[in-house]
T-cell receptor, first 116, second 111 residues
Framework: NAGVTQTPKFQVLKTGQSMTLQCAQD?????MYWYRQDPGMGLRLIYY???????DKGEVPNGYNVSRLNKREFSLRLESAAPSQTSVYFC???????????????FGDGTRLSIL | GEDVEQSLFLSVREGDSSVINCTYT??????LYWYKQEPGAGLQLLTY?????DMKQDQRLTVLLNKKDKHLSLRIADTQTGDSAIYFC???????????FGSGTRLLVRP
Protein backbone atom coordinates (compact mmCIF):
# COMPACT_ATOMS: atom_id res chain seq x y z
CA ASN A 1 0.00 0.00 0.00
CA ALA A 2 1.77 3.14 -1.22
CA GLY A 3 -0.45 5.82 0.38
CA VAL A 4 1.46 9.11 0.16
CA THR A 5 4.82 8.98 -1.62
CA GLN A 6 7.39 11.77 -1.40
CA THR A 7 10.53 12.21 -3.45
CA PRO A 8 13.35 12.69 -2.85
CA LYS A 9 13.92 11.40 0.69
CA PHE A 10 17.05 13.49 1.23
CA GLN A 11 18.50 16.52 -0.51
CA VAL A 12 21.32 18.98 0.09
CA LEU A 13 21.20 22.34 -1.67
CA LYS A 14 23.34 25.42 -1.78
CA THR A 15 21.86 28.79 -0.90
CA GLY A 16 20.11 30.25 -3.93
CA GLN A 17 19.48 26.97 -5.70
CA SER A 18 15.97 25.95 -6.66
CA MET A 19 14.27 22.64 -6.11
CA THR A 20 10.86 20.96 -6.40
CA LEU A 21 9.67 18.40 -3.86
CA GLN A 22 7.27 15.86 -5.30
CA CYS A 23 4.26 14.27 -3.63
CA ALA A 24 1.74 11.76 -4.95
CA GLN A 25 -1.13 9.93 -3.29
CA ASP A 26 -3.08 6.91 -4.48
CA UNK A 27 -6.04 7.12 -2.10
CA UNK A 28 -8.23 9.23 -4.39
CA UNK A 29 -8.13 12.04 -1.83
CA UNK A 30 -9.28 15.49 -2.83
CA UNK A 31 -7.22 17.51 -0.35
CA MET A 32 -3.47 17.70 -0.06
CA TYR A 33 -1.08 19.57 2.25
CA TRP A 34 2.55 20.54 2.67
CA TYR A 35 4.08 20.95 6.15
CA ARG A 36 7.50 21.64 7.52
CA GLN A 37 8.71 20.15 10.78
CA ASP A 38 11.38 21.88 12.82
CA PRO A 39 12.72 20.81 16.24
CA GLY A 40 10.42 21.85 19.07
CA MET A 41 7.89 23.46 16.74
CA GLY A 42 5.70 20.61 15.62
CA LEU A 43 4.25 20.79 12.14
CA ARG A 44 3.54 24.07 10.42
CA LEU A 45 1.32 24.25 7.35
CA ILE A 46 3.00 25.80 4.30
CA TYR A 47 0.33 25.44 1.62
CA TYR A 48 -2.70 23.30 1.04
CA UNK A 49 -4.99 22.33 -1.80
CA UNK A 50 -8.60 21.69 -0.85
CA UNK A 51 -9.33 20.20 -4.26
CA UNK A 52 -7.81 19.83 -7.70
CA UNK A 53 -7.27 23.26 -9.21
CA UNK A 54 -7.15 25.21 -5.94
CA UNK A 55 -4.29 26.13 -3.62
CA ASP A 56 -4.15 28.32 -0.54
CA LYS A 57 -1.51 29.66 1.79
CA GLY A 58 -1.01 28.15 5.19
CA GLU A 59 0.85 29.45 8.20
CA VAL A 60 4.34 29.81 6.67
CA PRO A 61 4.10 30.23 2.86
CA ASN A 62 6.90 32.73 2.28
CA GLY A 63 9.67 31.40 0.04
CA TYR A 64 7.56 28.57 -1.37
CA ASN A 65 5.23 27.91 -4.28
CA VAL A 66 2.99 24.94 -4.96
CA SER A 67 1.33 23.27 -7.92
CA ARG A 68 -1.60 20.89 -7.81
CA LEU A 69 -0.71 19.10 -10.99
CA ASN A 70 -3.70 16.76 -10.92
CA LYS A 71 -5.75 14.98 -8.27
CA ARG A 72 -2.85 12.71 -7.33
CA GLU A 73 0.09 15.09 -7.30
CA PHE A 74 0.97 18.20 -5.28
CA SER A 75 4.46 19.67 -5.61
CA LEU A 76 6.32 22.19 -3.46
CA ARG A 77 8.93 24.47 -5.02
CA LEU A 78 11.71 26.46 -3.43
CA GLU A 79 12.73 29.10 -5.99
CA SER A 80 15.81 30.38 -4.15
CA ALA A 81 16.69 28.20 -1.19
CA ALA A 82 17.79 29.80 2.07
CA PRO A 83 19.41 28.18 5.15
CA SER A 84 16.22 28.97 7.12
CA GLN A 85 14.41 26.50 4.90
CA THR A 86 16.48 23.60 6.21
CA SER A 87 13.79 21.33 7.59
CA VAL A 88 11.89 18.09 7.16
CA TYR A 89 9.02 18.51 4.72
CA PHE A 90 5.90 16.37 4.92
CA CYS A 91 3.14 15.97 2.40
CA UNK A 92 -0.28 14.78 3.53
CA UNK A 93 -3.65 14.05 1.97
CA UNK A 94 -7.19 13.67 3.21
CA UNK A 95 -10.67 13.08 1.93
CA UNK A 96 -12.79 16.00 0.84
CA UNK A 97 -12.08 18.68 3.36
CA UNK A 98 -15.24 20.14 4.87
CA UNK A 99 -15.38 22.12 8.08
CA UNK A 100 -16.58 19.96 10.93
CA UNK A 101 -16.05 16.67 9.14
CA UNK A 102 -13.75 13.83 10.15
CA UNK A 103 -10.92 14.00 7.67
CA UNK A 104 -7.76 12.57 9.18
CA UNK A 105 -4.68 13.37 7.21
CA UNK A 106 -2.37 10.66 5.93
CA PHE A 107 1.32 11.50 5.75
CA GLY A 108 4.28 10.61 3.59
CA ASP A 109 7.65 9.69 5.10
CA GLY A 110 9.10 13.15 4.55
CA THR A 111 11.90 14.84 2.64
CA ARG A 112 14.93 15.88 4.69
CA LEU A 113 16.28 19.06 3.14
CA SER A 114 19.52 20.77 4.12
CA ILE A 115 20.53 24.12 2.70
CA LEU A 116 24.12 25.17 3.08
CA GLY B 1 -6.64 31.88 18.87
CA GLU B 2 -5.78 28.36 17.97
CA ASP B 3 -3.18 26.67 20.12
CA VAL B 4 -2.43 23.08 21.06
CA GLU B 5 0.04 22.35 23.83
CA GLN B 6 1.78 19.17 24.95
CA SER B 7 4.50 18.33 27.41
CA LEU B 8 7.78 17.66 25.67
CA PHE B 9 8.95 14.42 27.20
CA LEU B 10 7.71 11.32 29.04
CA SER B 11 9.73 8.36 30.25
CA VAL B 12 8.12 5.12 31.46
CA ARG B 13 9.22 1.59 32.25
CA GLU B 14 8.26 -1.22 29.91
CA GLY B 15 4.95 -2.78 31.01
CA ASP B 16 3.72 0.35 32.78
CA SER B 17 0.96 2.59 31.44
CA SER B 18 1.81 5.85 29.67
CA VAL B 19 -0.41 8.91 29.74
CA ILE B 20 0.29 11.67 27.25
CA ASN B 21 -1.58 14.92 27.78
CA CYS B 22 -2.69 17.69 25.44
CA THR B 23 -4.56 20.94 25.96
CA TYR B 24 -6.23 23.04 23.32
CA THR B 25 -7.78 26.47 23.32
CA UNK B 26 -10.44 26.46 20.61
CA UNK B 27 -13.79 25.41 21.99
CA UNK B 28 -15.14 24.83 18.48
CA UNK B 29 -12.94 21.76 17.98
CA UNK B 30 -14.85 18.97 16.29
CA UNK B 31 -12.38 16.10 15.98
CA LEU B 32 -9.19 15.50 17.94
CA TYR B 33 -6.49 13.18 16.68
CA TRP B 34 -3.46 11.35 17.99
CA TYR B 35 -0.57 10.67 15.63
CA LYS B 36 2.62 8.68 16.22
CA GLN B 37 5.95 9.50 14.59
CA GLU B 38 8.79 7.00 14.70
CA PRO B 39 12.36 8.11 13.91
CA GLY B 40 12.84 8.94 10.25
CA ALA B 41 9.19 8.35 9.39
CA GLY B 42 6.06 10.33 8.76
CA LEU B 43 3.10 10.70 11.08
CA GLN B 44 0.90 7.66 11.53
CA LEU B 45 -2.71 8.15 12.58
CA LEU B 46 -3.33 6.24 15.82
CA THR B 47 -6.84 7.19 16.80
CA TYR B 48 -9.30 10.06 16.94
CA UNK B 49 -12.26 11.17 19.01
CA UNK B 50 -15.31 13.23 18.11
CA UNK B 51 -15.85 16.23 20.35
CA UNK B 52 -19.19 14.98 21.68
CA UNK B 53 -17.53 11.85 23.12
CA ASP B 54 -15.79 11.53 26.48
CA MET B 55 -13.82 8.36 25.89
CA LYS B 56 -12.74 6.04 23.13
CA GLN B 57 -10.91 2.75 23.56
CA ASP B 58 -9.02 0.92 20.85
CA GLN B 59 -7.02 -2.12 22.05
CA ARG B 60 -4.20 -0.75 24.23
CA LEU B 61 -5.13 2.87 23.54
CA THR B 62 -7.64 4.90 25.54
CA VAL B 63 -8.46 8.48 24.63
CA LEU B 64 -10.12 10.70 27.24
CA LEU B 65 -11.63 14.06 26.40
CA ASN B 66 -12.58 16.69 28.97
CA LYS B 67 -14.31 19.41 26.95
CA LYS B 68 -14.87 21.67 29.92
CA ASP B 69 -11.12 21.87 30.60
CA LYS B 70 -10.18 21.47 26.90
CA HIS B 71 -7.95 18.56 27.87
CA LEU B 72 -7.20 15.47 25.81
CA SER B 73 -5.17 12.46 26.93
CA LEU B 74 -3.85 9.29 25.36
CA ARG B 75 -3.27 6.31 27.63
CA ILE B 76 -1.16 3.42 26.37
CA ALA B 77 -1.58 0.28 28.44
CA ASP B 78 1.29 -2.20 28.88
CA THR B 79 3.73 0.14 27.15
CA GLN B 80 6.31 -1.63 24.98
CA THR B 81 9.70 -0.50 23.68
CA GLY B 82 8.13 -0.29 20.22
CA ASP B 83 5.89 2.47 21.54
CA SER B 84 8.91 4.78 21.88
CA ALA B 85 8.17 7.62 19.47
CA ILE B 86 6.90 11.18 19.30
CA TYR B 87 3.15 11.55 19.80
CA PHE B 88 1.26 14.50 18.35
CA CYS B 89 -2.24 15.62 19.17
CA UNK B 90 -4.14 17.66 16.59
CA UNK B 91 -7.51 19.35 16.41
CA UNK B 92 -9.87 20.20 13.59
CA UNK B 93 -12.48 22.87 14.00
CA UNK B 94 -15.92 23.81 12.77
CA UNK B 95 -14.51 26.84 11.00
CA UNK B 96 -11.76 25.13 9.03
CA UNK B 97 -10.67 21.78 7.73
CA UNK B 98 -7.06 22.46 8.59
CA UNK B 99 -5.47 20.56 11.47
CA UNK B 100 -3.69 22.35 14.27
CA PHE B 101 -0.86 20.26 15.71
CA GLY B 102 0.80 20.34 19.08
CA SER B 103 4.60 20.30 19.21
CA GLY B 104 4.72 16.61 20.14
CA THR B 105 5.58 14.53 23.22
CA ARG B 106 8.62 12.28 23.02
CA LEU B 107 7.88 8.96 24.78
CA LEU B 108 10.84 6.91 25.92
CA VAL B 109 10.15 3.38 27.11
CA ARG B 110 12.89 1.95 29.34
CA PRO B 111 13.42 -1.82 29.42
Amino acid sequence: NAGVTQTPKFQVLKTGQSMTLQCAQDMNHNSMYWYRQDPGMGLRLIYYSASEGTTDKGEVPNGYNVSRLNKREFSLRLESAAPSQTSVYFCASSGTARAGSNQPQHFGDGTRLSIL
Amino acid sequence: GEDVEQSLFLSVREGDSSVINCTYTDSSSTYLYWYKQEPGAGLQLLTYIFSNMDMKQDQRLTVLLNKKDKHLSLRIADTQTGDSAIYFCAESMDSSYKLIFGSGTRLLVRP
